[in-house]
């Protein structure tokens, strides 16, 4: 079996780790759990949780330590670097460092930034609110994918910026943005591009040198990797110059009473203990995801069965930010007339075992400008994904907009649920 039949095959892929979970129902019984929240956390690659397993035995801090298991977590460490970087396609001059996550990368690139920056309104707060407190110049989108990168070109005509902020997905709507197209606009008015790649990289392959990006941000938590580790990919001169993004040990060659003397190159942003695991974890899910190779037209067989779907169900409206034809990933966000999305999120999961997140997606302006200012469903797909699963989702929700939920829901401790819901948790939950 290839690995493109494997992801879309109607039997949950063994890649995956807890692909063949089951969940209670509220009106009683067990079903496989079927994952529409790829989009907030992927959950583990099967190669990734082996990987961890098979270093926790050597578990140590890096760097300086004399023993044998400081050295091997060393040399991992350090040779992570190597493997991310061939990855996204990152060139000798550019950095690799390691983070907490997609916001703590965009966080310390802006830290380092010489100037202004502009940015698009659809963007996730991660890339937002980080250059708002900068003071970003924010552009609205326009109609269509194409006028939109025209109202950047002049943006940056009309006055000059340093740097160029732009999502390389949306995680509202899946659309994609023309990457390469957008980093010549940016390089022709003598600004550079970074690129929130949060959503991007778990589905594509993000190439630096061949889009002409010169940052790249993205978390392990979204990559098959859920061990608390991101990467900033980008350049060098910019990160070498600035302050370090923290102050302490492992970024300072030597350290008197009155001043330090500090690392240049990715250790001068990675003060403290590293988090060793979640390095080995995103690693693991590069190389795995490298093997596995392209599957995007599976991908967009199913994503075309999901928004097709949704589309032909009375009272369902999918939310997109672009007329005309679009590049599209595996994300759709829709409403449901009747319903606010936090009573048909719990009504999929109570009784029909499905995940999927409710809400505004930390990207409140983009849902207000598309007409949902209290929040949307959104479903997002991933390697685990079937067209079985698919299938599962869109009958529930045809089941809702004919028949209403079988049972009663109300907001409980800030979260709505079925009301005196019988589901019990897993044990080790139990007190």
């Not at 991310?84 to 830290?111: E, K, P, W």
């Not at 326009?142 to 949306?170: H, K, M, Q």
């Not at 060659?253 to 190159?265: C, L, P, S």
């Not at 759709?332 to 505004?360: N, W």
Request: hydrophobic share 45%.
């Amino acid at each position: 079996m290839s690995a493109s039949q494997e992801f879309g095959s109607e039997q949950p892929t063994a890649r995956v780790v807890g692909a063949d979970t089951k969940v209670p129902l509220a009106q009683g019984g067990w079903i496989r759990y079927a994952n529409f929240d790829y989009a907030a956390s992927a959950p583990a690659l099967r190669d990734v949780a082996d990987r961890v397993t098979e270093l926790l035995p050597y578990y140590a801090s890096v760097h300086r330590g004399a023993g044998y298991a400081s050295r091997v977590c060393t040399r991992l460490y350090e040779g992570a670097r190597d493997v991310v970087a061939r990855f996204v396609g990152a060139t000798d001059g550019q950095h690799v460092i390691f983070t907490r996550n997609t916001t703590d990368s965009l966080n310390l690139l802006a830290s380092a930034v010489p100037g202004e920056v502009v940015v698009l309104d659809i963007e996730h707060h991660a890339n937002l609110l980080t250059w708002q407190r900068y003071g970003a110049r924010v552009v609205a989108h326009r109609a269509t994918v194409a006028d939109t990168v025209a109202a950047l070109d002049e943006e940056l005509a009309r006055r000059p910026a340093a740097l160029l902020a732009v999502t390389g997905a949306s995680n509202v709507t899946g659309e994609v943005l023309p990457l390469a197209e957008l980093a010549t606009v940016a390089h022709r008015h003598g600004a550079r591009i970074a690129v929130d790649g949060a959503q991007l990289a778990p589905h594509r392959r993000i190439d630096l040198a061949a889009c002409g990006i010169d940052y790249l941000a993205f978390s392990g938590h979204k990559l098959y990797a859920p061990f608390g580790v991101g990467v900033l990919a980008g350049r060098a001169d910019w990160l070498d110059a600035a302050r370090p993004y923290l102050a302490g040990g492992g970024a300072v060659r030597n350290v008197g009473i009155d001043g330090a003397e500090w690392f240049t190159g990715p250790q001068r942003h990675e003060a403290g203990t590293p988090n060793v695991v979640g390095v080995a974890a995103i690693v693991a899910a590069c190389e795995a995801l490298t093997a596995l190779g392209d599957v995007g037209h599976v991908e967009a067989a199913l994503t075309a069965q999901l928004r097709d779907g949704l589309d032909a169900i009375d009272g369902v409206d999918t939310l997109r930010i672009w007329d005309g034809d679009r590049d599209v990933l595996g994300i759709v966000s829709f409403t449901v007339a009747g319903y606010t999305p936090s009573v048909v999120a719990a009504y999929l999961s109570a009784e029909h075992g499905i995940g999927l997140r409710d809400g505004r997606f930390c990207a409140h302006p983009l849902l207000a400008r598309l007409g949902a200012p209290g929040g949307a469903l959104r479903a997002s797909i991933g390697l685990g994904t079937t067209a079985g699963d698919i299938t599962r989702l869109l009958d529930a929700i045809d089941e809702l907009v004919e028949y209403g939920p079988a049972l009663t829901y109300a907001e409980i401790d800030g979260q709505v649920g079925p009301v005196n819901d019988p589901r019990p948790l897993p044990d080790f939950l139990v007190a």
